[in-house]
């Protein structure tokens, strides 16, 4: 792939629905402080092209946690995240993607919430199940086009209709509900809320948590999701690759002015219901009584747009669904066949592994399916600050591995697996309490344990990830080194070294059946061994095979049935200089855009 469709695509992966409604909905409850993650988005996606993805590609991985099998030997490690992507897939982007999405529809065409969970996933299924990396990544473009038309049109209806710049400030804090809990700051706009950088003990977003606390968590999102990286892994060369990674951090500047402030316009225009106060109003508005502001972003369509454009932005949101949740569906089905299905079955063929993974996918929707109530629910209403919080007691211990992993070569296999689970367990904690303790509502009285109270979510992500770090330092020098194998290759000071067969790090089922066939570097095909001919199939099993992407030959000849051989890991790090002096530029000029944008608004 050349640079912009993988910069398209990681845009666009990023934005689903739940981001344009999270966000617009976060806009209008809370102000500007949640766009501190797509601006911290920003340098992170940067940071992969630059520091993380020379050392992926160096090693020729396709999954991620094949990369930590390399990296560190064993298998414990590679099924704990494979595992543990998967929930987070679950928790955090396939459930949340699916209820925003349905929320739109139901809005828009009063339709009930699952019916239309079934539509869009079936609309999504057409082209996810037959198409493969390619396809999602070239409609993945193509959609980032349609997002942005639309969301940039809306925008265009949103300020005319408030009436300006200078309406959208005066009018964001005079935007107070007329029916109020009497005597509680229910439905009162912040008064930060035109800042980023919030008081670090009071305030919702406290500003050491924002520098810190959110960068953790952002960079196992863009730095060693499997969702992400495989686009990058996609790209021809490294400098595409780069030039995607430039891509997609000079969009992520547009959902401040495209999603974020008409979401703060709706608030305004829509004051009673956007913004409702009181719990049975809200119930009766829309469905939730913890808070309506996730249909901000609905409302405006809906109210502002005339018929052409409303189907204009129908189609931008479906858009938006499809392209996560095609992005999703294709990186976890390749996480649970490669890494958690061939540990098991090593000899698995590759029509199986297609097969597994199609039925993987529909489980990971019913699940997802019946999490979505747990979204709705949750975090006082607002979407896109129940995402975050999830992300911070799950993802640090990932980055922190990763990071180790990358840039220490003293991280052995021990170290990984320890610093993994002891996080992993404090925040699983975290996290239960979360649900079995949810946040008071603003006339409540808030008697959480301490340690929910007391400690925002976002510094919980910095004292989870200092914990991490200590395991994985001291059980690391406590226990022998990594070999060699396990190092050439695989982080940032030996990404140069001479490629060598790496049999060592290979797993035991590779391992035997590698030495019976003689080989050491060659994957293998199991269904020539076992399948001698196949008979000219049926119309109904031909349309079957091209659905699930799997040719067949059709004859009554003796052809055996054999799956393309895979193609070889490109593992080259060479650049053109020219080429290469061009996105370094480039660098340099989105880093001063990122920190202008930010010190303005903090």
């Not at 008064?191 to 919030?198: L, Q, S, T, V, Y």
């Not at 790496?502 to 089922?509: D, H, R, S």
């Not at 000849?557 to 080429?579: D, W, Y």
Request: glycine residues 8%; neutral net charge.
């Amino acid at each position: 792939m050349t640079w912009w469709p993988v910069g398209a695509s990681l845009f666009a992966s990023n934005i689903g629905s739940g981001h344009f409604i999270g966000l617009a909905g976060s806009g209008a409850a809370a102000g500007i402080g949640a766009i501190a993650y797509e601006w911290n988005g920003m340098l992170m996606v940067l940071l992969l092209g630059w520091l993380f993805l020379p050392i992926y590609i160096a090693s020729g991985v396709t999954t991620m946690p094949e990369y930590l099998q390399r990296r560190f030997g064993g298998r414990r490690t590679q099924l704990f995240i494979a595992v543990l992507s998967l929930f987070i897939y679950i928790f955090t982007k396939i459930s949340v993607d699916m209820y925003a999405g349905a929320l739109f529809i139901q809005l828009a065409l009063q339709w009930n919430i699952y019916l239309a969970v079934v539509l869009l996933l079936s609309v999504t299924a057409l082209y996810t199940v037959a198409g493969g990396l390619a396809a999602v990544i070239y409609t993945d473009a193509a959609q980032t086009a349609i997002m942005l038309a639309g969301a940039l049109t809306l925008m265009g209806f949103s300020f005319a209709e408030v009436g300006g710049w200078n309406a959208l400030m005066e009018g964001y804090a005079a935007a107070i509900p007329s029916i109020r809990v009497p005597n509680s700051t229910c439905g009162v706009p912040r008064d930060d809320a035109f800042h980023i950088f919030r008081d670090p003990v009071n305030s919702d977003l406290p500003w050491p948590g924002v520098i810190i606390g959110m960068s953790i968590p952002s960079m196992w999102y863009w730095c060693s999701d499997q969702v992400i990286v495989q686009r990058s892994l996609a790209a021809k060369t490294l400098t595409h690759a780069k030039g995607g990674s430039l891509l997609a951090a000079y969009l992520k500047v547009l959902p401040f002015f495209a999603i974020m402030l008409p979401g703060m316009i709706s608030r305004i225009l829509y004051t009673d219901d956007v913004a409702c106060a009181d719990p049975e109003l809200c119930k009766q508005i829309c469905g939730n009584p913890v808070g309506c502001s996730d249909t901000a972003y609905a409302r405006l369509v809906m109210e502002l747009l005339p018929a052409g454009l409303r189907g204009l932005m129908m189609a931008v949101m479906i858009a938006a669904l499809m392209s996560s949740l095609t992005s999703i569906f294709n990186s976890a089905s390749s996480i649970f066949t490669m890494d958690i299905w061939k540990s098991f079955r090593s000899r698995a063929s590759e029509w199986e592994l297609m097969i597994v993974g199609r039925v993987f996918v529909l489980v990971l929707v019913v699940v997802s399916v019946l999490w979505i109530p747990v979204v709705q629910a949750s975090q006082g209403g607002q979407l896109f600050i129940y995402i975050q919080s999830i992300s911070t007691y799950l993802q640090p211990p990932i980055s922190i591995i990763f990071l180790m992993g990358c840039f220490w070569k003293r991280t052995n296999e021990k170290g990984a697996f320890w610093g993994l689970a002891i996080g992993l367990l404090v925040g699983c904690i975290r996290m239960l309490l979360d649900f079995v303790y949810p946040a008071p509502l603003c006339y409540e009285e808030d008697g959480r344990p301490g340690v929910l109270k007391y400690v925002h979510y976002l510094y919980f992500s910095i004292l989870l990830s200092v914990i991490t770090l200590v395991v994985v330092v001291v059980v690391s020098l406590a226990t022998e080194e990594p070999g060699q194998e396990q190092i050439s290759r695989l982080t940032w000071f030996t990404r140069f070294d001479p490629v060598e067969p790496k049999e060592n790090v290979l797993t035991v089922e590779q391992s035997k059946q590698e030495t019976s066939n003689g080989k050491a570097c060659h994957h293998r095909k199991d269904s020539a061994s076992s399948v001698s001919s196949v008979q000219s199939p049926s119309r109904l099993m031909s349309a079957l095979y091209w659905l699930c992407g799997m040719e067949r030959r059709r004859a009554g000849e003796n052809n055996p049935v054999t799956p393309p051989a895979p193609e070889q890991a490109n593992c080259s790090l060479e650049e053109k200089p020219r080429l290469q002096l061009i996105v370094n530029v480039n660098l340099i000029i989105c880093l001063s855009v990122t920190a202008f944008i930010v010190g303005y608004w903090g």
